[in-house]
């Protein structure tokens, strides 16, 4: 006799309380799917995700206290079997490299077909990657195809940072202190004074606003990502 196939257990991060009932409503309507938790920022998801152990995020980007791309590193280390599938507006590239980057496996967006993300889902969970259609052709070259060519004099800059220095890089676009930071990355204040100087000189910005400058550069920061819905 056939044991039966157990749901992929997910756990839906959007701070709009409206987004996250219509896709826990589409979800539910799936066998396939058991949606066991919400949270409405990244903080909240690391401790929903740390105490549920989904199989699967759905995770947006732009929201309080914590967004997306300062929570996929995370999430990661909190709950290395659990899969990240991003949900949001921006189709920029370099945002969805990013996420990638540092750990999600999917990245869609919200203007897809609710079959895009249902794909999504089942894709990471099988371990694959999985990318919005508006945005594959653009991934599969340039993230599974290889590192960047031509980089310039900026993102060579971003380039030199380690994995904790851009997750403090993101965290630090926040306008949190080095104190809360910290906090956060679960490390001393003295580390995290260390990664605000490694950061700082690095990328050769001496306050707030040459940073977030950088960051649009870069593209990993967009005025606009505050006024996500």
């Known amino acids: 006799m056939n044991k039966p ?13 409206m987004v996250r009932e219509g896709l826990r409503k589409m979800l539910i309507t799936e066998a396939a799917f058991d949606v066991i938790g919400e949270a ?8 929903v995700v740390a105490k549920l152990s989904p199989d699967v995020v759905v995770l947006d980007i732009s ?8 929570a996929i590193s995370l999430l990661r280390e909190a709950a290395p079997k659990t899969k990240i599938v991003i949900l949001s507006m921006h189709g920029k590239e370099n945002i969805a490299q990013e996420a990638l980057r540092s750990g999600a496996s999917a990245y869609i967006l919200k203007g897809d077909s609710g079959d895009e993300l249902i794909n999504a889902i089942h894709a990471v969970h099988m371990g694959n990657y999985y990318f919005s259609a508006q945005l594959r052709s653009a991934m599969v070259s340039s993230y599974i195809g290889g590192p960047k060519v031509n980089l310039s004099k900026d993102e060579e800059k971003y380039e030199t940072l380690s994995d904790r220095e ?3 890089f993101r965290l630090m676009l926040t306008g949190s202190s080095t104190e809360k930071i910290s906090q956060t990355l679960g490390i001393s204040y003295k580390t995290g004074q260390k990664h605000r100087t490694n950061v700082v000189k690095k990328l050769g910005v001496s306050n707030p606003m040459e940073m977030v400058k950088l960051a649009m550069k870069l593209g990993l ?3 606009g990502m505050a006024d996500e819905s």
């Open 5 to 17: 196939i157990k749901p992929i257990k997910v756990v839906i991060v959007d701070d709009h309380v």
């Open 40 to 47: 409405g920022n990244g903080k909240e998801a690391l401790k």
């Open 63 to 70: 929201m309080p206290e914590m967004g997306g791309l300062e």
């Open 166 to 168: 851009r997750q403090y």
């Open 221 to 223: 920061f967009d005025p």
